[in-house]
């Protein structure tokens, strides 16, 4: 059984889009059933073909006529289901489900065969949508948390779509209902009125995100309730305001910003397009004040239609580096120039892009063409001069990732060498630059490539670091947990999580009195094919004689997991929590290279946290006093 994530609607199933009366002479298969898919993308439970056989469908009838389909997996649980609510013999109500959970209903609340509303359950969020228009997409939000309106922001700039943003903006029914004060209304539809501007430059300088772009979390402070008569409003206004989406991006974290939120019956709004970058601090004395804004004036505007028209001809190939150099120079070109006639967070935002699209064209250059990371330096020497370290810091740190790419990819590397002055680089970065955003970035930098060239004192230190100096920074906990795991020989495992595919509680203390082997892995790192198959002859030798195995999967989805286990099973207890590795389950020992091992002796204490697939069978042998 596979979950997948689907989001398009296949126009097949013949008995349920041409009305129920056709049941009567033949109740639909499975494959009819599984040939409707969601028109929004969402995660549900799929069965693989060799399943279907063992899949039951269901005739559904209630009293008041209404009646319907209920598609079964072969546990029982289901999958699938269509009914008609009303009894004119036409589908209405579609529900999709994951693990045995709606998580996913489409509705046709006006009964013209035609959904019009989308909602989210259980696992699934929250959220309701309305396509008012009847077309497959939705133009407001009756119902959504700040985190779902952030994942659908990140989602509107990784695909340059205007009207998704804009369907969780507020709009004028919403202001209406608000009843605020004319000053604040100004306020908002001045911001609104800017909206689409500010998000195609902020969806021109995020091109390299793409559908593998991770949404990690919402970071916001508490929100606030703002006394009506504070300002003249006629209703209590609750707003953040500003929200910061953390997200990965080619293994490298970034910041979104979602601007201010405001609170309108059920669905928080935003009030203005995403901005790129870390929310600035605002102005707490003034409840009123939103976050940060980048105005673009009359000088900017034929630069900004030079940029929109550099993008329109960006490349559709990403692995065609000349084509990738061509573009970004182009871009910096515009950048360049936008920097120079902007001032404060507007000129901040043009010389980090500037500074993006050096990089990018630097690691994507021929070997010998070392023009593009000159630029990098040369701008980094810029604002040093201008004394902008906080800006300087940005450019070195890009600077430097693109020559340490650079040298891996050399023909004949010496990994261990570039790796050692990689880390010298870091540390020099650490002392000149430690208020620079990417500060915390390099600390964890600087442990994992001790741990790799083996100075696991030194590593252990960079993290402590990390952890004590940045505390509020979403590294910290990261870096808090590697020291765990560094510290973890002859401690007790610690290890709770939900198991992939029923989402089951597991303690790893229920296993106690049995040698454990703890393996964290992902379907994309193939090094798991062999592993696996490994641990299953171990399996074989020891499981009778008291071995037992849990995989914590660090994949993106669930999916991409059980359909992996299905290709290549191994019996063990599977773990599995959403956020990759950056889940609750990769945070608590820092877990950042995989695969990695722990094994855990019958007193529930690591024995190692360090041992090598090839090492296990010495070691469980010892454990388990076999010869």
């Avoid at 409003?233 to 953040?240: S, T, V």
């Avoid at 409840?287 to 105005?295: A, F, H, L």
């Avoid at 029923?502 to 094919?529: E, H, M, T």
Wanted: glycine share 8%.
């Amino acid at each position: 059984m596979a979950n997948i994530r689907v989001g398009v609607r296949v126009c097949g199933c013949l008995l349920l889009l041409l009305g129920l009366q056709a049941a009567r002479a033949a109740t639909p298969t499975v494959e009819d059933l599984l040939k409707l898919q969601p028109k929004m993308d969402v995660v549900i439970s799929t069965p693989n073909p060799s399943e279907y056989s063992a899949c039951k469908v269901e005739v559904l009838k209630d009293e008041k006529g209404g009646s319907g389909y209920l598609l079964r997996d072969p546990r029982g649980l289901p999958l699938r289901r269509f009914y008609d609510s009303n009894g004119d013999r036409y589908i209405d109500i579609w529900s999709y489900y994951l693990d045995g959970q709606e998580v996913y209903r489409e509705i046709d609340t006006n009964f013209n065969r035609k959904a019009d509303q989308y909602r989210w359950y259980g696992p699934g969020g929250m959220k309701i949508g309305i396509d008012s228009k009847e077309i497959g997409k939705i133009d407001h939000w009756e119902q959504i948390s700040p985190e779902e309106v952030s994942q659908e922001v990140l989602q509107s700039v990784i695909a340059r779509d205007f009207d998704r943003v804009k369907a969780l903006m507020i709009n004028e029914n919403d202001l209406r209902v608000l009843e605020l004060p004319a000053d604040e209304l100004n306020r908002i539809k001045e911001k609104m009125a800017r909206a689409q501007q500010k998000f195609n430059t902020t969806a021109a300088g995020l091109i390299n995100l793409s559908k593998k772009t991770q949404w990690i979390h919402l970071e916001t402070a508490a929100p606030q309730c703002i006394p009506a008569d504070s300002f003249g409003g006629n209703k209590d206004l609750i707003r953040y305001k500003s929200g910061t989406i953390l997200y990965a991006n080619d293994g490298k974290h970034d910041f979104l910003q979602t601007g201010e939120m405001i609170l309108v019956g059920k669905a928080w709004k935003i009030v203005d397009a995403p901005a790129p970058g870390y929310a600035a601090d605002t102005d707490d004395r003034n409840p009123m004040k939103g976050g940060s804004d980048i105005v673009v004036d009359e000088n900017s505007k034929p630069l900004l239609d030079k940029l929109r028209a550099v993008d329109a001809e960006a490349p559709k190939m990403m692995t065609d580096g000349a084509a990738i150099v061509r573009y970004n120079l182009a871009r910096a070109a515009v950048l360049d120039k936008l920097a120079e006639i902007s001032k404060g967070e507007q000129r901040e935002s043009w010389l980090k892009q500037l500074a993006d699209c050096y990089s990018a064209a630097a690691q994507n250059s021929q070997a010998n063409d070392h023009s593009s990371f000159q630029r990098l330096v040369a701008l980094r020497d810029r604002m040093a001069k201008d004394g902008d370290m906080r800006m300087a810091g940005y450019v070195e740190y890009r600077a430097m990732s693109a020559e340490y790419s650079a040298k891996l990819m050399a023909p004949k590397v010496e990994t261990a060498k570039v790796q050692e002055e990689w880390r010298e680089k870091l540390k020099k970065f650490y002392d000149t630059y430690p208020m620079a955003e990417d500060a915390p970035d390099a600390l964890l930098q600087l442990g994992m490539v001790s741990e790799f060239v083996g100075k696991e004192t030194e590593a252990r230190n960079w993290y402590d670091t990390l952890a004590r100096q940045y505390p509020k920074n979403v590294l910290a906990k990261k870096a808090q947990g590697a020291v765990r795991r560094l510290d973890a020989e002859g401690k007790p495992m610690e290890l709770t999580g939900s198991t992939l595919g029923d989402a089951k509680p597991f303690d790893i203390g229920q296993l106690r009195g049995k040698v454990v082997i703890v393996y964290y892995w992902a379907s994309w790192n193939n090094a798991c094919i062999s592993d696996f198959a490994k641990i299953k002859s171990l399996q074989g030798s020891f499981g009778s004689k008291g071995l037992e195995l849990v995989c914590v999967n660090l994949d993106n989805n669930p999916g991409d997991a059980l359909n992996f286990l299905n290709r290549t099973p191994v019996q063990g207890i599977h773990l599995y929590e959403s956020g990759a590795l950056e889940s609750p389950l990769a945070v608590q020992y820092g877990i950042m290279v995989l695969p990695n091992l722990f094994l855990v002796g019958k007193d529930g204490k690591v024995v190692s946290r360090s041992i090598q697939i090839g090492g296990l069978e010495d070691e469980i042998k010892k454990l388990l006093d076999v010869k």
